[in-house]
T-cell receptor
């Protein structure tokens, strides 16, 4: 069965620290990869996505992620976090072909940024 | 302009009641979904519809019945509510093509007491 694993469940950082959130998936075929963010009490917003092409993708708010096919990974990074980045971060995967659009989510990582 | 809108945003109801959550998208998408986020914030798909046809039904109890009157609407009706149904329910939509992005509504917080 396909699955998505996020290694860090709860991350606490100080402002200006660098961030890397791990995401690994288990699926041997072509995949589409996403990172969503959920600010407290709000809905999911797309941070960035990878479909094909350059494996280093840049998203909103200074976030980026790198797709490493050999490692089945799609880690999220930000060089310098802000207090406003405090949120829940979800990695998600969908099939790249024969796509029904179904997203499989990781269990989420809670990021707490201290001012 | 809200792309995916769902109502109500908050719903508190007693066990055994029947309730509905409505969802509408104005993005012209062909596919709509319901996702459930539990108390541990884990998100899982419940249903997807493509052009009013059921595509995915992820072993959801048959107390949950989605209804899609047209491709812009996907409502979720829940019969005989149970305590375990308390969750946040997210409606979402996408185009039915490879490499699509799914856009989420703001969520409906359901509390069963």
């Amino acid at each position: 069965a396909q699955s998505v694993s996020q290694h860090n469940h709860h991350v606490i950082l100080s402002e200006a620290a660098s961030l890397e959130l791990g995401c690994n998936y288990s699926y041997g075929g072509t995949v589409n990869l996403f990172w969503y963010v959920q600010y407290p009490g709000q809905h999911l917003q797309l941070l960035l996505k990878y479909f094909s092409g350059d494996p280093l993708v840049k998203g909103i708010k200074g976030f980026e992620a790198e797709f490493i096919k050999s490692k089945f990974s799609f880690n999220l990074r930000k060089p310098s976090v802000q207090w406003s980045d405090t949120a829940e971060y979800f990695c998600a995967v969908s099939h790249g072909s024969g796509n029904t659009g179904k997203l499989i989510f990781g269990q989420g990582t809670t990021l707490q940024v201290k001012p | 302009d809200t792309a995916v809108s769902q109502t109500p945003k908050y719903l508190v109801t007693q066990m055994g009641n029947d309730k509905s959550i409505k969802c509408e998208q104005n993005l012209g998408h062909d596919t709509m979904y319901w996702y459930k986020q539990d108390s541990k914030k884990f998100l899982k798909i419940m249903f997807s519809y493509n052009n009013k046809e059921l595509i995915i039904n992820e072993t959801v109890p048959n107390r949950f019945s989605p209804k899609s009157p047209d491709k812009a609407h996907l409502n979720l009706h829940i019969n005989s509510l149970e305590l375990g149904d308390s969750a946040v329910y997210f409606c979402a939509s996408s185009q039915q093509i490879s490499g699509n992005t799914i856009y989420f509504g703001e969520g409906s917080w359901l509390t069963v007491v």
